[in-house]
Structures are given as C-alpha cells and as structure tokens.
C-alpha cells in the first residue's frame, strides 16, 4: 500500500517559470490537502478538497492553484513562481470529508525558486 | 483565532528517561487533536489521534491525553530512546476541514 505519493522530490526553478507538484492516494480518501512547512512558522494550509470536483482556499492560497478531477490526484500548481515560494511542500488526506479521521501524509516535495 | 504552541521547541535528554511533551491551543472548540512525528528531511508520520470526546489514547510506550478546558494536551514518551529522536508536532482541527499545527518540539535522545 503505497499510501500518499509525491513528485518530484526535489526541484528547481527559476523566478516567472510554472510547475505542477504531484499527489496521488491510493486508500480512496476523500479529503486531501496541500501544506507548506517553513522554519519557525509550522505547517500551512494551502487548499484542500473534500471530493472530485470541489476545492477551497486555505490560509495561504495565493499563487497556487488546484484541481480534482479524481478521487485519487491532487495537483498543485505554481503558475509563476517567485523566490518567496521556496519550501517544503506537504500532501496530506483523510478518509472521508465528514469525520475527523487520521491526517495521513506524504514524503513532501523540497522546492527552491531563484 | 485558534493558535497552537508547543514549548520547549528543542529539548535534550539521556537514554532512558520519561517525557512529557507539550501542546497548548487557544480555542477549547476542537474536533480532534493530532501528534506527529517528523525525521529529518522526511514527511510527517501519525503517532496518535485523540477525538475531542476522549481524554487520551495509548499507542505502546507514547500516551496523549488532551484536556480541552485547559487547552492542551500533553505527549507522554515512556524509557526514550535515541530512535526516538525526532520533531514532534501536534495539529489540531477545529472545523473538519482546516487543521492548524504547532511549530513543534524538535527531540534528541542521548544516548
């Protein structure tokens, strides 16, 4: 059970390009979230979406965009990346949108923008 | 505002030792509250959830309890190891969708 999956691990880019960051799930979640974690400041939601089709902002969603067309993905683009946007990037889900079940998450996704 | 703290942020201590690690949060109007642990440069892995009925729960030598009227919850490490040596995080969720998290206490088991 490959449990919640992100690529690329690391990357590279520089101010102004676009980049997707991958998730995928295969315990048939239907909450899953996007977070990024940087020193002193914990980890931040960004979006989130509780089923195919249905996405909301969360504390810092601006300069990302998402989407859910399956259960299982959910990307996470960067439309034109600045320098403010180094970080580490968390996917996370849950089991289904109307309980508090267990947060699970992935291995995270290390990007640098120059 | 819901905010969550978690004091001391770095902590040492000798093989062996109980511990107690804490989570303080503003807002007693909780759903559930989460402890994780992360190893460096890796992802974030659950170690216990607590539902906001219950007062703790117990996953071999770790015991969470949480009580909301104080506003936190405490972590409980039996006999640590220096494989426990980590960054402990808790989250807690007030409405079922938005999680907020603690800065964390990063641990280092002495061996």
């Known amino acids: 059970n490959a449990g919640v999956t992100q690529t690329p691990k690391f990357q590279v880019l520089k101010t102004g390009q676009s980049m997707t960051l991958q998730c995928a799930q295969d315990?048939?979640?239907?909450?899953m979230s996007w977070y990024r974690q940087d020193p002193g400041m914990g980890l931040r939601l960004i979006h989130y979406?509780?089923?195919?089709?249905?996405?909301d902002q969360g504390e810092v969603p601006n300069g990302y965009n998402v989407s859910r067309s399956t259960t299982e993905d959910f990307p996470l683009r960067l439309l034109s990346a600045a320098p403010s946007q180094t970080s580490v990037y968390f996917c996370a889900s849950r089991w289904d949108r109307g309980s508090t079940g267990e947060l699970f998450f992935g291995e995270g996704s290390r990007l640098t923008v120059l | 505002k819901q905010e969550v703290t978690q004091i001391p942020a770095a902590l040492s201590v000798p093989e062996g030792e109980n511990l107690v690690l804490n989570c303080s949060f503003t807002d007693s109007a909780i759903y559930n509250l989460q402890w994780f642990r992360q190893d460096p440069g890796k992802g974030l892995t659950s170690l216990l959830l607590i539902q906001s009925s219950q007062r703790e729960q117990t996953s071999g030598r770790l015991n969470a309890s949480l009580d909301k009227s104080s506003g936190r919850s405490t972590l409980y490490i039996a006999a640590s190891q220096p494989g426990d040596s980590a960054t402990y995080l808790c989250a807690l969720t007030s409405g079922t969708y938005k999680y907020i998290f603690g800065t964390g206490t990063r641990l280092k088991v002495l061996a």
């Open positions: 979406s509780v089923g195919a089709g249905i996405t």
């Open positions: 315990m048939n979640h239907e909450y």
